[in-house]
């Protein structure tokens, strides 16, 4: 069988081979014992032609229910934003998805470029100095984030706020083995991490601290003069953020964060049943050459002419090999992209506007939900675009009652926490109508 | 084209946009004044066109692919089928929610399903996770779980990754973030695993061995079952790097090898894009004695036919990831197994192999071949003969770009003095190859007439050489606004 990937026709075979001086493929292969070698078929479906599997790609695909089909509440570290056009058509040219990494900086201009504007955006957002080129995802990066921290303050422990997303509290867990840091959770009041306790937590044994902004819950907590206790104690203060909030509300750089990292999803980038999305990763000027991964710098050519590579490099696993404090390779380049593009394209007062759209849309919807009797809302903090709402009823209940009017309620917590299986925690963006946020309220009556 | 393309906050220019948001049809409500931002992300305003037009002309300051030949070894630069990103962006794919009750994902639930099914198949193990982002991610998942392993059985003692000196940097970077110690073992007269070494360096202490076979060098380890029997009387377990699965698609499995877990790079063999550097998917496959230790969580099939995302056993080593791994990524990649099927993933491997002996065998006159017998996938010249010409790989390297052709991997693997590892994949056609023999004898002949030329070199790009040192010694890592 012929195959539209595979050029090599036969003649070009056999020339191949005469020229190799061999009769068949088989003898490139001698050097693999006969007892390794195997002797039948992969046991997988016959080749599909294109036609036949985008059929059956379509099916795969329509048996699940995207967000197009349905009025969605969810969010939870995810969240469905518009995506402009262009950014569909700028990740689409094939210049920049099919390159790989930057080695070559005289062919690899437009990728280095777009990353270090990239890096721009993200640090001016977040409010720190310096950006790399893109993690994994937001827990990863935040896992990163404690790794650093260890290796700087050489410390093991890491005091992390209860109101971190679930997820990201996981991926913390299982990394922290290998370095064996010590994870303290801190307790919440309300939805809130207690300041209390974590202020009396922190001493010299602290390499950092974690706290989530907004945090899970949706709520934007304040921490004061947080960052100067942990510096007096030369630990490192953690925030692991959402880059669309910052847009409007006071970035982390502000209040004294050493780094700040999260995810890009919002940015362009859909939802994609949770990847690939795009973690960042942010710090000061001080922290600069304990960054994970690629990062890219300006520098100029032969000519004087401005130009970029990837720079810093002594920080990573190809230099250090097993004195590296961090093994990433491959990351979310052509999603960091994506970023850029929808940064460029919301620009400096489009940004702040659709963060706005998010932040009146998701509270309009608390008022009109907890206009319901039986509704109340849980957040006694400020919120951006997420909010928890309380139930007489399981939310499991509601969300699967609201299914069959093709509403995705939002995230039951109860799938977290137990004692919190009354509450649901729901996400408002800019693509919610104020009609779409009535009928929801409309149908969550109807349940009640 | 430009010397020098603009920034985009160059372009900026102030009241411009290139967004459009609908009327809002809800009231405005205030933001309290502690959290209000003060000042606004300098981030650009530009038109539409103006964003169009500048990432257009990046992208053509840009080489990929399609764009030309790109056998930068170890990295599997194969062609990137259409198809997969059409697929991808169906709906049903793109939009779908990671907490969406499970039975609106049956379509994704599914295709993750048998995906962990094919790539078990194709890779010889017992079961596979699809949660790592990555090659690396890959690597560290599946040493921790190789050190769940030795601690469920009470034996701590375990902390010691025998890699070999021509692995790949993230093998031994996984060992230290995965909390175990590398040892390094040097490669014998051939460029092989060095047996007396290895028995040498096993012990009560010995966690893994770390391998990639075929090698860096693009050689297959002959001594692989008792490599592995030598491995699993110590006690230990056996990685298989799947970075150069290329070269084995349907030929050999990793588990007939005697490993025991095994990444691959679906970025690389499995035709999903690089894009610039990422993302890509690293899944993990492994033998029974490693399935309680996988990650969380696994997909598995109901007796109903339906299927559910099932949390990791008592034993596993947590989450590496957030949700289920690169989804996107891995739709395109369980596109490519239905398209070519058990006959094409062979063909595969084959003509990987043919091509990079053809290269070989056209051009080993001219430069030199530190290991000889046939490659695999790819093979390493050194050049030497050339340095002693005054010419250094990365002047080749820099040279090959006047022909619009990417250079192969430069200065590794690093037990070869002046490397250059070329890797052509099985996607390029024969013309394409002859053309760069052509070239290659061409910049030989140079280095010996003009070595003037390619130490100049590159000639024709948009930029020349650039200042390495500097962007290190002071980095400019971010654009500001003047004041």
Known sequence: MKYRYLPTTDQDRQEMLEKIGVRSIEELFSDIPSQIRLKRSYQLPEPLAEFSLMKHMKQLANM???????????????????????????????????????????????????????????????????????????????????????????????????????????????????????????????????????????????????????????????????????????????????????????????????????????????????????????????????????????????????????????????????????NICSNQALNALAAAVYMSTFGKEGLQQVAKLNYDKAHYAAERLTSIPGVSLVNQSPFFHEFVIHFSKPAAAICRDLLSKKIFAGFDLGKIDLTRNHQLLVAVTEVRTKAEIDQFAVALEGVL | ??????????????????????????????????????????????????????????SRRNHGVDNGFYPLGSCTMKYNPKLHEDVARLSGFAHIHPYQPQETVQGALKMLAELQKYLAEITGMEQVTLQPAAGAHGEWTGLMMIRAYHESRGDFKRTKVIIPDSAHGTNPASATVAGLETITIPSDEHGLVSIEHLRQVLGEDTAALMLTNPNTLGLFEREIIEIANLVHQAGGMLYYDGANANAILGISRPGDMGFD??????????????????????????????????????????????YHLKDGLLQSIGRVKSYYGNFGILVRAYTYIRTMGSDGLKKVSENAVLHANYLLASLAEAYDVPYKGYCMHEFVFSGKRQKEQGVRTLDIAKRLLDFGIHPPTIYFPLIVEESMMIEPTETESKETLDQFIDVMLQIAKEIEHEPELVQDAPHTTVVKRLDEVRAARKPVLRWRKED
Not at chain 1, 110 to 134: D, K, R, Y
């Open chain 2, 261 to 306: 877990v095994v990444h691959l790079n679906l970025h690389k063999t499995f035709t999903t894009p690089h894009g610039g550097g990422g993302p890509g998917a690293g899944p993990v496959g492994v033998k029974n004695a490693l399935v309680p230790f996988l990650p969380s969580p696994i997909i598995e099939q109901n007796e109903d036919g339906t």
């Open chain 2, 1 to 58: 084209m430009n010397k020098n393309t603009p920034l985009i906050f160059e372009r900026s220019r102030k009241d411009r946009i290139a967004y459009s948001l609908p009327k809002s049809d809800v009231p405005t409500y205030a933001i309290p004044d502690e959290l209000k931002r003060e000042g606004k992300a300098e981030l650009p305003e530009v038109s539409e066109l103006d964003v169009i037009r500048h990432y257009t002309e990046l």
């Open chain 1, 64 to 326: 699940n229910q995207s967000l197009e089909d349905y009025t969605s509440f969810l969010g939870a570290g995810v969240y469905q934003h518009h995506i402009p056009s262009v950014v569909g058509h700028i990740i689409s040219r094939s210049e920049f998805y099919t390159a790989y990494t930057p080695y070559q900086p005289e062919i690899s201009q437009g990728e280095l470029q777009a990353i270090f504007e990239f890096q721009t955006m993200i640090a001016e957002l977040t409010g720190m100095e310096v950006a790399n080129s893109s993690m994994y995802d937001g827990a990863t990066a935040l896992a990163e984030a404690a790794n650093v921290a260890a290796a700087v303050t050489k410390q093991k422990k890491i005091l992390i706020s209860g109101a971190l997303h679930p997820e990201s509290r996981e991926v913390l867990q299982t990394q922290a083995k290998g370095f064996g840091l010590q994870l303290i959770d801190i307790p919440l009041v309300d939805e809130v991490t207690n300041l209390e306790i974590l202020r009396k937590s922190i001493d010299d044994q602290t390499a950092a601290v974690i706290v989530q902004f907004p945090n899970f819950y949706g709520s934007l907590e304040t921490f004061a003069d947080l960052a100067e206790l942990i510096h007096q104690h030369k630990g490192l203060f953690i925030v692991q953020a959402n880059p669309m909030a910052l847009a409007i509300i006071e970035p982390p750089g502000a209040w004294g964060a050493d780094i700040v990292v999260g995810d890009a999803q919002p940015f362009g980038i859909p939802t994609s049943y949770g990847g690939p999305h795009c973690g960042f990763f942010t710090t000061t000027k001080k922290l600069m050459r304990k960054i994970p991964g690629r990062i890219v710098g300006q520098t100029v050519d032969e000519d004087g002419n401005r130009g970029y590579v990837l720079t810093l490099q002594a920080r990573e696993q190809h230099i250090r090999r097993d004195k590296a404090t961090s």
